[in-house]
């Protein structure tokens, strides 16, 4: 019986680590955001307030964790399949915290292509992204914003995708020595 507590108590510090990363994920890049372009969320929140920085990283927090939980219930799922509930929560959390490296690059990689673009192609940028601005710094960082957010989501896409394919790889491996 030992061994099946153990087993639920990894499935729940795994599913709650994941929900606590996606929300750190979302304060840090959302600290990131708020003060690189605060139009950005006057326009595409609707805000006109003061203190739009500090609303931005408990917005970050808010989409965060709503991630983290998606992430969770299929990442959570998916490593208690391919290790059959047999893994211990270090082994997870290695995989979780690459996951997270990988949703942080191509947070990066999204907000510097779409700085690109908007300065290879203003007018092309406008038109898709009609509440650019038309200042060419604040250009930049508008389009750093929304290039970034996208390259988070796309991140988590493609983390929970190569995480597991890791999982299961190194899992094979750890276990083929003990069959």
């Known amino acids: 019986m030992t061994n099946q507590n153990s087993s639920i108590q990894n499935i729940f510090l795994i599913s ?4 606590l990363m996606g929300g750190t994920i979302g304060a ?3 600290m990131v955001n708020g003060f690189v372009s605060p139009y950005y969320f006057k326009t595409i929140m609707n805000w006109n307030f003061q203190g739009i920085w500090i609303a931005s ?3 970050g927090i808010l989409e965060g964790l709503f991630h983290g939980v998606f992430f969770a219930i299929i990442f959570t799922i998916g490593f208690g399949m391919i290790t059959k509930g047999k893994a211990d929560y270090a082994f997870a959390f290695k995989h979780i915290i690459r996951i997270a490296i990988i949703v ?3 947070y990066t990689i999204g907000g510097l292509l779409a ?3 908007v ?5 092309f940028y406008r038109s898709h992204f009609p509440w650019t601005p038309t200042d060419v710094l604040e250009q930049i960082k508008y389009a750093w914003v929304g290039g970034s957010i996208w390259g988070e989501i796309l991140g988590g896409i493609l983390g929970l995708v190569i995480g597991l394919l890791n999982v299961k790889n190194n ?7 003990v069959i």
């Open 119 to 123: 300065r290879l192609s203003p007018e």
């Open 57 to 59: 990283v408990a917005q």
């Open 104 to 106: 942080l690059c191509c």
């Open 171 to 177: 899992w094979a491996n750890m276990t083929k020595d």
């Open 115 to 117: 700085m690109m673009l």
């Open 28 to 30: 840090i890049t959302n």
């Open 16 to 19: 709650i680590t994941c929900v």
